[in-house]
């Protein structure tokens, strides 16, 4: 979703998933804060992907139950746009 706001408005050049939050940060759609824990949920979904063999399921667990209005706000930025 983030790629293809950049990209409709014409904000910039994606290279890498981390340049979509810092990039909408920078044009002022994301705040800072919302943006750096994005950059972290980006580092874990990833963990997630490739390591998940690794993942300490304590923390995934965590996060599922304290994490979720992280995600609720990224879908108060997305909709904005529909």
Not at 5 to 13: D, M, Y
Not at 41 to 48: D, E, H, Q, S, V
């Amino acid at each position: 979703m983030g790629n293809y706001v950049i990209a409709a408005l014409n904000l910039g050049t994606v290279n890498w998933y981390s340049d979509i939050p810092s990039i909408l940060v920078e044009k002022g759609y994301v705040n800072q804060e919302l943006g750096e824990k994005w950059v972290r949920m980006i580092g874990f979904r990833n963990a997630l992907v490739r390591d998940y063999l690794d993942v300490d399921r304590r923390i995934v667990y965590e996060v599922l139950q304290n994490g979720l209005g992280d995600l609720e706000a990224l879908r108060n930025v997305f909709a904005r746009f529909l």
